[in-house]
C-alpha cells in the first residue's frame, strides 16, 4: 500500500511540473512566439499561451502590431516609437512576420480573433495583404498602416515618410553640392518597382530634374533588393557606363550596395551616392567623407508615435486624413538639411 501511494504521489508531481514548464515556454503552448497573440507584449514577447492571455489586457485598450520585420534598424524604432508613445495607456501585442506574407496574414487574423481594439500594419506586400484587411474590417477593427500603402482595403489612414518630398530634397542637394559644375550629369537610380515607396522617392528626384536640370541624363534605373543584389547590379552598371555622376537610392540596402560596388571598382574618386534611410553604417561611411554623401533621414520613432496619436483620435470617434506625412531631411556629414533650408 505505501508503494502504491509513494507511486500516485510521484506522477501528480511531475504532472504539475510538467505543467509549469510547458506553459512557461514558447512554442511549446500551441502558440508559437511572434504569432500576434494577445497579451505577445512587449513587456513578454515570449509568452505564447493563447488561452491564458486572451484577457490580459484588463482595462488598458489593446493594440495589435505587425511589423514586415524587426530585423532591421528602421522597424525596431518604429517598435521603440510605438511602445514609446503607447506608455501605460495601451497594451500592445507585437508580431514580426520576418517578411514572410502568410505569416502577417495570420497574424492579423489572429489579432482580429482575439478582438483587439486597433491593429497598427507595416504591410510585407501591399497586394497580398489584403484578404487580412477584409478580415479586419468585418469584425470592425480599425487598422493603421505605416510605411508600406496597401493597394486596396479598408484602413483609416496611411502613415508615411514624405516619400515624393525626400526624392525631391535628394535632388535639390545634390544639384546644389554634387552636381553643380556638371550641367549633363549622368544618373544613376536603384529602385524597387514593387515598392511604392521606392517609387514615390525615384519620382520625386525625377521631378525636380525635369523643372530644374533637364539636361541631366538618366543612363541607369535598376531594381533590386538586398544589399548584395543591389552590388551585384551595380556591378553590372559600372562595366556598363564608363561615366557615372551620381548614384540615388530609395533605400540604405542599395545606397551601401552601391558603395560597396564602387569600392571594388574603384571609382570612388568619380562618384557619389546618396542612399535613403541614413542606418547608423550610412552614417559612419558618410563621416568618412568619401563618395557616400549623403541619405534622406526618416524619423521612424516620429512615424510610430504618429500610429499611436492616430488610434487614440479613431478610438474617440475622430476621421482621420486619408495620407498622414511625416517629414524627412538629407542626412550630411555637416548636419541635417530640411525641405526649409534648400528653398
Known amino acids: 500500500m ?6 500516485a504521489l ?6 504539475v511540473l510538467g505543467g509549469c514548464g510547458s506553459a512557461g515556454s514558447a512554442g511549446e503552448s500551441g502558440a508559437p512566439a511572434g ?15 493563447a488561452e491564458a492571455q486572451e484577457t490580459s489586457g484588463g482595462d488598458k485598450k489593446v493594440i495589435g502590431v505587425s511589423l514586415m520585420t524587426l530585423q532591421y534598424e528602421f522597424f525596431q524604432d518604429v517598435k521603440a516609437g510605438i511602445e514609446e508613445a503607447a506608455g501605460d495607456e495601451y497594451e500592445i501585442v507585437f508580431n514580426d512576420p520576418a517578411l514572410d506574407m502568410q ?8 489579432f482580429c480573433s482575439q478582438g483587439v481594439d486597433a491593429i497598427i500594419l507595416n ?12 478580415t479586419a474590417e468585418e469584425k470592425g477593427i480599425p487598422v493603421i498602416t505605416v510605411d508600406m500603402k496597401p493597394e486596396s482595403g479598408t484602413f483609416e489612414t496611411y502613415i508615411g515618410s514624405d516619400n515624393f518630398l525626400g526624392g525631391e530634397l535628394a535632388a535639390k542637394w545634390a544639384l546644389k553640392n554634387l552636381l553643380q559644375d556638371k550641367e549633363n550629369a549622368k544618373v544613376v537610380f536603384l529602385t524597387n518597382p514593387l515598392s511604392s515607396a521606392a517609387i514615390e522617392r525615384i519620382d520625386g528626384f525625377k521631378a525636380v530634374l525635369a523643372e530644374s536640370a533637364p539636361n541631366v541624363e538618366v543612363v541607369a534605373e535598376q531594381g533590386a533588393d538586398t544589399r548584395e543584389t543591389f552590388m551585384s547590379t551595380m556591378e553590372d552598371i559600372l562595366m556598363a557606363n564608363p ?5 540615388f537610392s530609395y533605400s540604405a540596402q542599395g545606397g551601401l550596395g552601391a558603395y560597396d560596388a564602387i569600392q571594388a571598382a574603384g571609382r570612388e574618386g568619380e562618384i557619389s551616392v546618396i542612399g535613403f534611410d541614413a542606418s547608423a553604417e ?17 524619423f521612424p520613432k516620429e512615424l510610430g508615435k504618429t500610429c499611436v496619436e492616430s488610434v ?4 474617440n470617434g475622430e476621421t482621420l486624413e486619408a495620407e498622414i506625412g511625416v517629414e524627412v531631411g538629407v542626412y550630411t556629414k555637416d548636419g541635417i538639411i530640411y525641405a526649409a533650408d534648400l528653398q
Open 35 to 49: 504569432d500576434g497573440t494577445v497579451g505577445e507584449t512587449s513587456e513578454n514577447p515570449d509568452n505564447g499561451d
Open 243 to 247: 561615366e557615372i555622376d551620381l548614384v
Open 2 to 7: 505505501k508503494k502504491k501511494v509513494l507511486l
Open 312 to 315: 487614440t483620435k479613431v478610438l
Open 10 to 15: 510521484t506522477l501528480a508531481t511531475a504532472l
Open 123 to 134: 504591410a510585407v506586400d501591399g497586394s497580398g495583404i489584403v484578404p487580412a484587411l477584409e
Open 282 to 298: 550610412e552614417q559612419d561611411v558618410i563621416a568618412e567623407d568619401g563618395c557616400y554623401k549623403g541619405s534622406i533621414m526618416q
Open 103 to 110: 505569416k502577417q496574414i495570420d497574424a492579423v487574423e489572429n
